[in-house]
């Protein structure tokens, strides 16, 4: 049974950091492009940073400059570091999984596998 399970998340306040962690089981991940989702009360899920499987990234305009995406194949595990937190990063964030590795992927419907979430809440 595949497998992704997010941790890391929490309450911090504005300008603070956390780190999410994604680790993936039932199957190895290294030739996957991994991402980060994210989705607010009342809005639509969205897409916030992937890394495919050979360590290019791509990263949402709203994120960029302050959020860093890395993976480690050997624990087939994904990191999503977040600094200079806003409130407006405040919602759960989802850590997915797909096969479709010969382009950047930024839509949700791409991603074959998702972890059950983890909550972020940024406070003013």
């Known amino acids: 049974q595949v497998q992704l399970v997010e941790s890391g998340g929490g309450s911090v306040q504005a300008g603070g950091s956390l780190r999410l962690s994604c680790a993936a089981s039932?199957?190895?991940?290294?030739?996957?492009?991994m991402a980060w989702f994210r989705q607010a009360p009342g809005k639509e899920r969205e897409f916030v940073a992937t890394?495919?499987?050979?360590?290019?990234?791509y990263y949402a305009d709203s994120v960029k400059g302050r959020f860093t995406i890395s993976r480690d194949n050997a624990k087939n595990a994904v990191y999503l570091q977040m600094n200079s937190l806003k409130p407006e990063d405040t919602a759960v964030y989802y850590c997915?999984?797909?096969?479709?590795?010969?382009?950047?992927?930024?839509?949700?419907?791409?991603?074959?596998?998702w972890g059950q979430g983890t909550q972020v809440t940024v406070s003013s």
């Open positions: 039932g199957r190895t991940f290294s030739s996957a492009a």
């Open positions: 997915a999984a797909t096969d479709k590795v010969l382009s950047i992927q930024v839509l949700s419907t791409a991603y074959d596998y």
């Open positions: 890394i495919n499987h050979n360590t290019v990234t």
